[in-house]
């Protein structure tokens, strides 16, 4: 076969995959969002209605990779393959770590239910965006403090620098792969990593034998403000027509005075009809200041507009949230008295920042990896470790400072990226001025 027929088979193939995977689950997204916009018609629509663009570019980002590697060059295919082959050890090991510390977890509450098998498999496959966006950025580091410290130990560094290519070139490849993660952990913080961890609750309280909640003890007011709702507990499933459970609702007048409170035991909402189907409802009746209290037997309907997707929107948790969703409640909550703007726009930004680290991650490890020394990469690792740990310590701390009012949003979620380029900018310097950079962290701890 020619060779440049066979360099084609790879690209092609993993082409034809990308393409069946985007024809059979693209439509499946679609219609979810479809269901969405209707159920919020205060939505964002178009942030919602990039959700399916987006999950067929995840599906052709292996195809993107196999192009680049078959363009480069044989020096970066070489470096590309010695670091693929040890982030697959890495992901692979850190990923079942992982999985086995969930299922531990967890494993007593699958047991409790006849159905074990397919709410574990549901469970594992909701989760797996999110669990490939935490693991992704620490597989990187490790792979390439193990590939790059094993091509330095070999001599294979020198032997490519002497050909006459800076630090920077070398891993400029390595980098390349590196931006290929960072719009993975993009796509997937989009909307699919916050629904994942959203579903988890879920999914463990169904396992139990618990009526799952997707949000608890919810108040809502309409856009007119003439009701206010107070709702209990809304069922994972309300968008199906199960109905919100321990719901109390106040009508008010023109001046704000409440005249009618009905509470009812659950509350059913028809995606047909647009109605509202109160069972068994206790009304309150208030008139001159007289309370006239109600019980009706039969269920009670109402035409009001709103609907349970936006009655729970105030709900929901911003870590909970992607971006659409946290666009559509900044949208329609930002001028609200008593909206907490400030969570919910820092969340915003760190959907976005946050993928960032898989990039800064290899700009860290990269100078760290090479060595031209005897000492081995056992400093470089130490350093690594040092500054993963702090990378948590601020990725936590950050946000937490924007949530409290004490940093503005945009400033907390990107803070931690800032600060670690600027720390891999030195260390790239010094490693390509040729200066020790363990010795160097160990003398400044020492002083």
């Known amino acids: 076969m020619p060779k440049a027929l066979s360099n084609l088979i790879w690209p092609t193939i993993l082409f034809l995959l990308g393409a069946v995977a985007t024809y059979l689950l693209c439509p499946i997204e679609n219609a979810a969002v479809k269901q969405q916009i209707i159920g919020y018609p205060n939505s964002v629509v178009p942030a919602y209605q990039l959700r399916p663009w987006l999950l067929g570019l995840t599906f052709f980002i292996p195809f993107i990779a196999s192009v680049i590697y078959r363009l480069s060059d044989t020096l ?19 990923f079942i770590v992982m999985f086995l510390e969930d299922i531990q977890d967890n494993l007593s509450d699958f047991k409790e239910n006849d159905q074990m098998m397919w709410l ?49 070139r070398i891993v400029a490849p390595l980098i390349g792969l590196g931006f290929l993660c960072t719009l993975l952990c993009i796509i997937f913080s989009y909307h699919w990593a916050p629904y994942a961890d959203s579903q988890e609750k879920s999914i463990l309280e169904e396992a139990r034998g618990i009526a799952a909640s997707e949000a608890r003890h919810v108040a809502y007011q309409n856009v007119d403000d003439t009701r206010h709702w107070y709702v ?73 507009p709103e609907t349970p ?23 329609n909550h930002r001028d609200h008295p008593l909206s907490d703007k400030r969570s919910y726009l820092t969340h915003w930004h760190y959907r976005f920042a946050h993928p960032f680290i898989c990039m800064i991650t290899i700009m860290l490890a990269a100078p760290l990896g090479i060595v031209f020394n005897r000492r081995g990469v056992g400093g470089g690792v130490a350093v690594a470790i040092f500054l993963c740990a702090g990378m948590i310590f601020s990725s936590t701390v950050f946000p937490t400072l924007g949530e409290s009012g004490h940093l503005p949003p945009i400033v907390a979620a990107w803070a931690t990226n800032i600060l670690f380029t600027f720390v891999a900018l030195i260390l790239f310097h010094r490693r390509m001025t040729g200066q020790p950079i363990y010795q160097t962290v160990k003398n400044w701890f020492a002083s």
């Not at 295919?77 to 010695?82: D, E, M, V």
């Open 76 to 94: 970066d295919r070489y470096t590309i393959k010695a670091f693929v082959n040890a982030f697959a050890i890495c992901f692979g090991a850190l």
């Open 120 to 168: 574990m498999g549901r469970h594992y496959l909701i989760k797996l965006p999110s669990l490939l966006v935490f693991v992704l950025p620490y597989s990187l580091m490790l792979a390439l403090l193990w590939a790059l410290g094993k091509m330095s130990k070999d001599q294979e560094i020198v032997a490519m620098i002497q050909t006459g290519r800076s630090v920077t």
């Open 232 to 304: 209990g507990a809304f069922p994972a499933e309300h968008q199906h027509g199960k109905p919100l459970k321990s719901v109390s609702i106040s009508v008010l007048d023109e001046q704000n005075h409440v005249i009618q409170r009905i509470i009812t035991e659950s509350a059913s909402w028809s995606l047909d009809k647009r109605v509202w189907e109160l069972k068994s409802p206790l009304v309150f009746t208030f008139k001159q200041g007289n309370e006239q209290v109600t019980k009706h037997q039969d269920n009670l309907t109402f035409d009001w």
């Open 309 to 331: 997707y936006q009655i729970i929107n105030p709900g929901l948790k911003p870590p909970f949230m992607g971006i659409p969703g946290l666009t559509s409640w900044l949208s």
